[in-house]
C-alpha cells in the first residue's frame, strides 16, 4: 500500500486506512516524547528515515471505534510530514472499564486510566528521558486521584519505565520530604528540579537529589555548615607557624620510610590517607599555640570538614585538608569554605602547602565551577586554583612553566 510519493505501507492487514487529519494525537504524548534535544531528537529522524527506506512495518493503533492514538504517535507525526493522508491503522479491542463508560462506539476520554496505561506501555519501547518518564508516571497518579494503591504505583512505575527509587528522588526534589537522620523537612528544590527538566547537560537525578540534602544539611547541621571568609581567620593563618608544620610532618613520614613494608608499599591512596591525618593532628596541635581564643579540635569522618574552629563549645569555621602526590586534589563530596591543599613529593621527602577559601558561586577563568565532577567524587585542579587567584602559597611554590601550571614542593632538612 502506497501512502505517499515517499513512503510505503508494509506491515500486516489493518482494521481500517483512515484520513490522517482525523486521528487525534493522544494530549499525554507531549508529556512523554516531550524531549527534542540530543539522543531524542536523533531517535525522531532516524524513525522517519527508516520509514522512508523501509516502509511503514507496523499500523497506527487506537481502540476499536476510536480515533484517539494510543500506539504510534511519533510514527503519525513523521507520516504527516511526508504527506501521507491515508494512515493503515489496528483497532484494539476496548477493554471492559471503557465499554461501561462509553459502549462500544462513544469516543472515549483520552485521560482514562486505562488509555493512559496502554500509552505508557506503548511508550516503554523507546529511549525517553528519565525526567519525562517522571512526568508520565505523575501524570497516571494524578489521573487516579493521586492516591494510588502502593501495588498499582508499582504498576505505574513499570508502564513509565521508571524505578520506584528514582521517582522518588525526583518527587522529593520537587516537593520536599522529612528526613529521618537530620530530623528536619529538608526543603523542595524548584532550581535543581528544573535543571533536570530542562535536560541541562551534566545533570542527573542521584546528583541532583544529592545536592538538595548537602545544601539543606549545611545550614541544618553546624558539623556540615560551610561559614564565610573572615579577616581574624585570615589573620590566624598568615600567623600559623606553617615551617613547624611542615617539619612535624615529614619527620613523621620519615619515620615511617624507614619501615621496609612502608617502602613496599604502591597503594597511593594508603600513603596519602596516613599523611592526611597526620597533617590534622599536627595543624590542630599548632593552631592552638597560637594568641587566640578560637580552639582548633580534628574531627571524625562522619562529619563534612577535618577541623573544626571553635569559639567554647560553638563551631565558628572549619578548614577541609586535602593531599596529592600529584597536581589535583580529590574528594568525595565538593568541599568550600576554608581549604587546606597539602602536595608530596613522590619520595615523600618534600612538600608544597597552600591555602585558600572557595566559594560555590566561584568559577575559574573558563568560568567553570572550582570543583569539577570526576568518578563519584570531585576534583580540584592545580591550574584552576592558580587562575582562580585566591589562595595564598604557604610552603613550596605554584608557577607556569611552558603553559603548564606546576606545583614545586619546598626542600626539607632531614
Known sequence: MRLSSTVVYVGPTVSRVSKADTLIIHPANETIRRCRIGQALEDRKNL???????????????????????????????????????????????????????????EIDPMHPVVLSKLRADNTR??????????????????????VSSERKLEIMRESNIALNTFEMIRKLKSGYYDKKLKADVEAREDLYKELYEYKQG???????????????????PKRRTYDQSDEMDDLLDEFPWDTLQDAVLTEVAH???????????????????VHHVLAHYFAEFWNTLDTDIHAITVDNQSRYDIHF???????????????????????????????????????????????????????SNGKELWKAAGKGAALDAKDLYE?????????????ENGTVKVATGDIDE
Not at 582562580?388 to 608557577?399: H, Q
Request: proline content about 3%; overall charge positive; aromatic content about 10%.
Open 48 to 106: 522517519k528515515a527508516s520509514i522512508v527506506k523501509e516502509g511503514l512495518n507496523e499500523p497506527i493503533k487506537v481502540f476499536a471505534n476510536s480515533n484517539i492514538v494510543i500506539g504510534g504517535n511519533s510514527r503519525l507525526e513523521a507520516l504527516k510530514e511526508e504527506g501521507c493522508e491515508d494512515i493503515p491503522v489496528q483497532e484494539l479491542p476496548r477493554p471492559q472499564e471503557l465499554i461501561q463508560l462509553y459502549g462500544q462506539s462513544k
Open 203 to 221: 545533570k542527573d537525578v542521584a546528583g541532583q537529589f544529592k545536592a538538595q540534602y548537602q545544601d539543606f544539611a549545611e545550614k541544618h547541621d
Open 388 to 400: 582562580y587567584g585566591k589562595y595564598d602559597v604557604r610552603l613550596g611554590s605554584m608557577y607556569v
Open 256 to 274: 615511617m620510610r624507614k619501615r621496609d613494608w612502608f617502602n613496599k608499599c604502591n597503594e597511593k591512596n594508603f600513603k596519602g590517607a596516613m
Open 310 to 364: 571553635m569559639k567554647g563549645d560553638k563551631i565558628i569555621n572549619s578548614i577541609e585538608i586535602k593531599t596529592t602526590i600529584g597536581s589535583t586534589w580529590s574528594t568525595v563530596c565538593k568541599k568550600y569554605g576554608y581549604v587546606l591543599l597539602y602536595k608530596f613529593s613522590a619520595e615523600m621527602n618534600r612538600a608544597a602547602i597552600i591555602t585558600s577559601w572557595l566559594d560555590k558561586t566561584w568559577t575559574n
Open 126 to 147: 523507546i529511549e525517553v528521558p528519565v525526567i519525562d518518564r517522571f512526568l508520565a508516571a505523575m501524570q497516571g497518579i494524578e489521573a487516579e486521584g493521586g492516591n
